[in-house]
């Protein structure tokens, strides 16, 4: 059990280098909440999807040390880099695929949502200026 959601804690998205930015916009553990329950009733023996995040908030200094853009989103915590596993019954996890979270987001989520596609994660943001899209596959 999170604090946030059902699923997420704040600590989870604070930024990796310790400075304690954990400052998350309101949307985005209750997008990541949608998609991990769209996928856990959706895909037959599934004991329950789990959301892990790979990089959430980032201090400008830790944003700049990872190479992380200048206007990133991650530096505003409206950004999240994650991905989703099935837990199955016999105990064995297996990761959705990236793209298939991707393609949910962007069908989900058409306008608004900044959604990056990566080879072992994906990307979503609530950017305020409108949808964004890219692949880094």
């Not at 959601?5 to 954990?22: H, I």
């Not at 856990?40 to 190479?67: K, L, Q």
């Not at 989103?73 to 199955?88: P, V």
């Amino acid at each position: 059990m999170g604090d946030l959601t059902k699923r997420l804690s704040r600590s989870e998205f604070a930024c990796r280098c310790g400075c304690g930015f954990d400052t998350v916009d309101h949307a985005l553990p209750y997008i990541l909440e949608e998609a991990a329950d769209y996928f856990e009733d959706t895909i037959i023996r599934a004991v329950r999807v789990r959301i892990h995040i790979n990089s959430g908030c980032r201090c400008p200094e830790y944003n700049r040390e990872i190479g992380g853009s200048e206007k990133s989103q991650h530096t505003l915590g409206r950004a999240a880099d994650f991905t989703l596993s099935i837990e199955k019954a016999d105990g064995r996890r297996v990761t959705i695929p990236a793209d298939d979270v991707a393609d949910y987001l962007e069908d989900r989520h058409m306008a608004g949502l900044g959604i990056g596609r990566y080879n072992n994660w994906t990307h979503v943001d609530t950017r305020s200026n409108g949808p964004a899209r890219w692949d880094k596959r």
